[in-house]
């Protein structure tokens, strides 16, 4: 059977916008719907392009439409309401927007916070002093990990992946350490300060009112701090991330 | 008019396409498929929410060796041993901060089998448990870092730790669950009857929220005090919350504490019943984690007695707390899990209700007191001050140097409301001298209701924040438990939240709309004129 082009047309946006919006979910989460409108444009404007190539495939594509809006004297019942009901929906569709505009929409100021800021001068030039201690590694990691759940654990979780017994209740979840976005890509150093000082000593674009993260130089112990974090290291497999490498890349 | 020659590259890529393709449809679609490939593959990606957790570098599964028990004992001793200890006796540095206590397995006390009340858990009940975690304590789901087969080996290793294991008298099958009976209010009525016949309110409270006459006084095999369930929130049921969970409960009741198993008691239709009852007594589905309190809006005044049927209109939000532990001192066993919150307002006043559980009312004990107890106590906190944008906030816990916090309290000792300011825990909080802050609470069956209110607008524009409609406000809401020992930085604690109260629609809403109806028919109107003259004029020419 061949449809006429403007029926095929008609069918892949409407089928595009039907994978994208419902196909989508399946594979992976919902996508927005700033999304969805601009692989929707993409849809339209390739579909213009594709049939104004060629005056005739043109003609093709837009003497129905034309037809379809001017209306026949002698046209059939069926097609003369459909033309009706196109001609009052699209108003309407156009009100709906504009009701949905113009309606108050509230959100939150919400501000897009670094994760990773960039430390303060103050941050750089810590070094582990049982770095080298290759003797004592292993009692050093067994000390971190006591640290570590006597004070980390709550937030931080038995499995270091941030869903400690209190995670739940905070806005800005705890670091998952055993992800590969956290302390693998990240400088012992950079490490060192973001415990000694804590949430709070964040700069301001990483929202330090919102951190849980306790500024630890006032509970533990430079040692403690240093040993919690070869334990860290140590748990989840990771390197840190360090200058040599850096110079690889 | 079309300008052929413009468009030779795109009608060579489609002619090319019609090379491999010879449907016009399929070769359409091939051309629309490219470009929104090329177009929008960033956009594909940039879904923050769906992060893909890689829970460590180095799988235990590489450098485990062969055999179950050797592999068994070294995923204990990575996994296990900082909570239940190097010889299983449930001693890690963990154990002390953590209510409840890690299990022994030296003593072999399992609370949450299939078995009858004493005996030791079936496999598959240590597997489930290791499996799933336990709610409400620190015992994690392990289910996305060990295998199955992981699993079983370290069940292997944890039974070394105790000869009961060997004896046969200590071992019992898995209880058979009888045909259930599906929830139904007849069911749930009978249920009710049995859980005050059985005695279950002596414990768990005549509202089933765990502050039974018996619940502070209670004890387990260790001499720790333990407390009965709150079984109003059955997604903090250890052993799990649906009613063949509680039906299971029930009938085995809770090894080294004072929870029996009433399978002597019950038959199967009864048991199910009082199952049907204690599900009924939790919400479904659970209460999810609210962001922004809208409050709403009432003629009358703000009532200040709890229970007046006002505050059952407003919305509620409801938000998990967690124990203070940024601080010295800390606390890391907090008794109150989570605040439920109402808010009216009207022209001149805001007012919120507050809703916890706590097991009881404590008054303040005296200095001379062996166990200290102090006064329950509530506050709802927000910023002294709206900071420009309203993204910078003080420090969510009482503030900070240069931003300070505004607290509205309540205390149980009195029935007292109290204003106080903050910059920082360790600076401490100022009481005001001024309130404007009114309001009063009640307790009844385990359970805090609060309200406390304040006029939108103060004289104190430095301390007191000041409310318009239509601005978002930070908030954020502390209890504490006297009873657990909880008073000044010992309390549980919740983010910043917010809440807005919402301004009247504007008239343009029900303006603009319909001219834009108009407006766009007119064009239709338009063009159909157009579109009939231009034929009439190309047939008759």
Known sequence: MKLPLIAKAFALELGFYLLLKLGMPLITSPL????????????????LLYVSIFEDDFGNFYIPIVDFIRGDDNESGLRKLSRIAVFILIPLFFGFRSYQSVLPNFNPPFPQRVIHPAPPGSAAGFTNPFGDDEANHEQYIEEGREVFYKNCVFCHGDKLDGKGFFAHALNVKPANFADATTISMLMESFVFWRIKTGGIGLPEESTPWDSAMPRWELILSEEERWKVIMFLYDYTGWKPRTWELEGDE | ???????????????????????????????VFLFTILGGQPYLFADEEHEEVKTTAQP?????????????EMIYK????????????????????????????????FKYRTTPRNSLPTDDDLFRVISNGLPGTGMPDWADVLTKKQRRQVIKYIKTFSDKWEKQADRASALKIGEPVPTSEESIERGKKKFTALGCTLCHGAEGRGDGPTSLVLRNHRGDSVYPRNLNKNWLFRGGGEAKDIYTRINTGINGTPMPSFADKLNNEESWDVANYVRSLSPTPNPERGSLIKPLSIEEGIPTDPEDPLWDQAPSSWFPMMGQISFEERLFTPTVTDITVKSLYNDKEIGFKLIWDDRSSSKASKPSAKKKIYTDQVAIQFPEKLQPGGVKKPYFIMGDEKLGVNLWNWQSDGNQVFETTANGILNGEVKKSESNVKGSGRFKNGQYQVVMKRSLQTSDKEKDIQFEIGSFYPIAFFAMDGTNGEVASKRSITPWYFVLMEPETPKSVYILPPVVIIFVFGVEFVLVKLLKKNKKASSSS
């Open chain 1, 32 to 47: 927005p719907s700033s999304v969805i409108f601009m692989y929707m444009t993409l849809v339209t404007i390739s579909i």
């Open chain 2, 1 to 31: 008019m079309i300008i052929r020659a413009g468009n030779q590259g795109l009608g060579n890529l489609k002619v090319m396409s019609k090379l491999f393709i010879k449907n016009d449809i399929q070769s359409l679609f091939l051309l």
């Open chain 2, 60 to 72: 235990d599964s590489e450098t485990l060796p062969n055999d179950d028990l050797a592999a068994g």
């Open chain 2, 78 to 109: 990575k996994r296990c041993i900082s909570c239940h200890g190097d010889e299983g006796d449930g001693d890690g540095p963990a154990a002390d901060r953590f209510q409840p206590k890690p299990r022994s397995f030296k003593k072999a006390e």
